[in-house]
């Protein structure tokens, strides 16, 4: 991709050089390993744009490893015709072309991709990729061993910086839940009041580990309309489960005072800790979820409430860039994070990011994050994608004489690197 603007080429070689601090990503390991071409293409989040051409059925006999790839090819080539186009499909066709040297997706070029898959499993070739696709540093989420956390013993991907993952913590349900979050302490718990402080044990224990913010990920399950209720009522949903250990609350009205109180509280321990929290809004991986419930919209009495909180929202709010836009230009408390957006739709990406230099400050935009497992081929795909994204959305103000190359260039680099260096302090 690239625009016609006279600056382009210039700016695009220069963003290629800016490292990249990866905001979000999921890789717990290198790998997996590809066992056979077609997982080459069917692959990550453009299995969702598959079924949406095709149907379930179909992407379950691509995933089928024990058909032969000429017998799955049929129903690859019918839904690869009806969505080559996407910003996923983008990612296929780059990782095709880069470390395959096919042109097109064929049978004859799968047939030649088996034969050289790519060792993402290795960690040498993992870490090669890396450094192609310049990625400085990774903030990971993922869901560890809390005990392998706690006592140090847990080993993560290359360039990991993890997260901590608050949605199970506060959606608690059930004395059995309780008992599964607290084991790695070892202790029982019996009230609200210890629940929160071994939470807060925990969550220490995280960044003794190396933790470096919250994420949250509850819109997959819930809206984000978090209410601001009581201790009492909460207290009163909490201990009405743990007097019964066969009881469990029910979603939505038996576990929301209880959801939406630890939250706040979990909020607060953000606070005292200086930990960035970071919320998916918009779009969500998979098919079939009610997007209504995840625009961030939805969470401006949290802003209003925890001034003192640093909030990174995920996904440019996809699809509303306005709504985000809003939040970040009126609360000093909110961020934009583009990770995952610029594949989900880079024309979105492109225009969101020159709307933004626009409308809200660009020391608050995160250009970046991968959003992916450790198929890290995929990454430089992706990461390439987001370079031409901001590469086009820049080169097109400057052409407006909206600001100078110069200036442009700073902003490329404040937006992939050094806003996100800054805002989760990680030093580099
Ligand atoms: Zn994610």
Redesign the pocket.
């Known amino acids: 991709m690239k625009s016609p603007a006279k600056c382009h080429d210039s700016l695009r070689s220069h963003i290629e050089t800016v490292p990249l601090v990866d905001c ?1 990503d ?1 890789s717990m390991e290198c790998g997996p390993k590809y066992e056979d071409a077609i997982q080459v293409i069917v692959n990550s989040y453009f299995v969702s744009d598959l079924i949406g051409a095709s149907s379930e059925a179909d992407v379950g006999k691509l995933n089928d490893a024990k058909l032969s790839v000429e017998d799955r090819w049929p129903i690859l080539e019918k839904a690869w015709k009806r969505t080559c186009h996407t910003g996923y499909a983008q990612v296929a066709r780059r990782v095709l072309q880069e470390f395959y040297d096919e042109d097109e997706l064929t049978l004859d070029a799968l047939k030649r991709v088996g034969q050289r898959l790519v060792k993402v499993e290795d960690e040498d070739v993992y870490v090669g990729i890396l450094d192609k696709s310049n990625i400085a540093v990774r903030i990971v ?1 993922n869901c560890p061993d809390v005990k392998a956390v706690l006592d140090g013993s847990l080993k993560l991907a290359p360039r990991s910086k993890p997260v901590i993952g608050l949605p199970g913590y506060h959606s608690i349900k059930s004395h059995a839940e309780v008992r599964q979050l607290m084991a790695p302490l070892k202790r029982t718990v019996t009230s609200l009041g210890e629940y929160l402080d071994a939470c807060r044990e925990i969550f220490k224990g995280f960044r003794k580990f190396g933790a470096i913010a919250f994420k949250d ?1 509850s819109a997959y399950s819930r809206p984000l309309d978090y209410g601001n209720p009581s201790r009492a009522a909460a207290e009163e949903v909490f201990n009405w489960f743990m007097s019964d250990p066969r009881r469990v609350a029910a979603y939505p009205d038996g576990v929301k005072p209880l959801d939406d109180y630890l939250f706040h509280e979990f909020l607060r321990m953000a606070r005292d800790m200086d930990f960035p929290v970071q919320i998916h809004t918009g779009h969500m991986a998979g098919i079939r979820n009610d997007i209504a419930k995840t625009n961030a919209v939805l969470m401006t009495p949290v802003f209003e409430l925890h001034r003192d909180v640093r909030f990174d929202l995920f996904h440019a709010n996809w699809p509303y860039s306005g709504e985000l836009l809003y939040l970040c230009k009126n609360f000093p408390n909110v961020s934009i994070d583009f990770c ?1 957006t610029n594949i989900i739709d880079p024309v979105y990406c492109q225009q969101m990011f020159k709307q933004a230099l626009s409308s809200v400050p660009h020391g608050k935009i995160h250009g970046y994050g991968t ?1 992916m497992g450790g198929r890290v081929d995929w990454a430089w795909g992706h990461a390439a994608i987001a370079r031409d994204n901001i590469a086009i959305a820049l080169a097109e103000m400057v052409e407006m004489e909206y600001l100078s190359l110069d200036e442009a260039k700073e902003v490329a680099h404040a937006w992939l690197f050094g806003n996100a260096n800054e805002f989760f302090r990680l030093g580099l």
């Open positions: 979000h999921h989420n990920q995952w959003d």
